[in-house]
T-cell receptor, first 118, second 114 residues
Framework: AQSVSQHNHHVILSEAASLELGCNYS??????LFWYVQYPGQHLQLLLK??????LVKGIKGFEAEFIKSKFSFNLRKPSVQWSDTAEYFC????????????????FGTGTLLAVQP | DAGVTQSPTHLIKTRGQQVTLRCSPK?????VSWYQQALGQGPQFIFQ???????QRGNFPDRFSGHQFPNYSSELNVNALLLGDSALYLC?????????????FGAGSRLTVL
């Protein structure tokens, strides 16, 4: 079955520390990859996405992620976190390429709760 | 502002009852997907509606049903509620076509089943 694994359930960092959140998926075909973020009391928001091309993608608020096809991974990074980055982060995979018609489903990981201490 | 509006925001039901949740998609979007997010878990895909038809379905029983209206809004119905149905139900909208896999999520409807 298709699945997404996020290895870190809880991460606590001090401000200015570097961040890397792991994400691995199990699907052998073409995938679209996403990181969503949920700030306290807010809805899920798209942080960044990978459809094709450069495997290093940049998102909002200084976040970036690297797609490594051979490792089935899409890790999220940020060089220096801020207190405002405290949130829950979800990796998601959309298996199969969509050439039109309805959107394919997303398969989410269980999420990583990041707490940044000032 | 998410652009996707859901109602109600919170509701409490008892086992065996039925519930209807509503969703208005972001302006310009024509596809609505529903997800269930249990506590401590990631969202799980329930089903998706496009052109007023159910297009894809996740691993959920027939107690979960839905509808999409001509104005693209959608309803999620759950019959014979179980305690395990307690969760945050998320609606997400998108625009069909290539690159349509970017979802805009609503704030969710939190259902508690007692």
């Amino acid at each position: 079955a298709q699945s997404v694994s996020q290895h870190n359930h809880h991460v606590i960092l001090s401000e200015a520390a570097s961040l890397e959140l792991g994400c691995n998926y199990s699907y052998g075909g073409t995938v679209n990859l996403f990181w969503y973020v949920q700030y306290p009391g807010q809805h899920l928001q798209l942080l960044l996405k990978y459809f094709s091309g450069d495997p290093l993608v940049k998102g909002i608020k200084g976040f970036e992620a690297e797609f490594i096809k051979s490792k089935f991974s899409f890790n999220l990074r940020k060089p220096s976190v801020q207190w405002s980055d405290t949130a829950e982060y979800f990796c998601a995979v959309n298996p199969g390429r969509n050439y039109g018609g309805a959107t394919n489903k997303l398969i989410f990981g269980t999420g990583t709760l990041l707490a940044v201490q000032p | 502002d998410a652009g996707v509006t859901q109602s109600p925001t919170h509701l409490i039901k008892t086992r065996g009852q039925q519930v209807t949740l509503r969703c208005s998609p972001k302006s310009g979007h024509d596809t609505v997907s529903w997800y269930q997010q249990a506590l401590g878990q990631g969202p799980q895909f329930i089903f998706q509606y496009y052109e007023e038809e159910e297009r894809q379905r996740g691993n959920f029983p027939d107690r979960f049903s839905g509808h999409q209206f001509p104005n693209y809004s959608s309803e999620l119905n759950v019959n014979a509620l179980l305690l395990g149905d307690s969760a945050l139900y998320l609606c997400a909208s998108s625009l069909a076509g290539y690159g349509a896999n970017v979802l805009t999520f609503g704030a969710g409807s939190r259902l508690t089943v007692l």
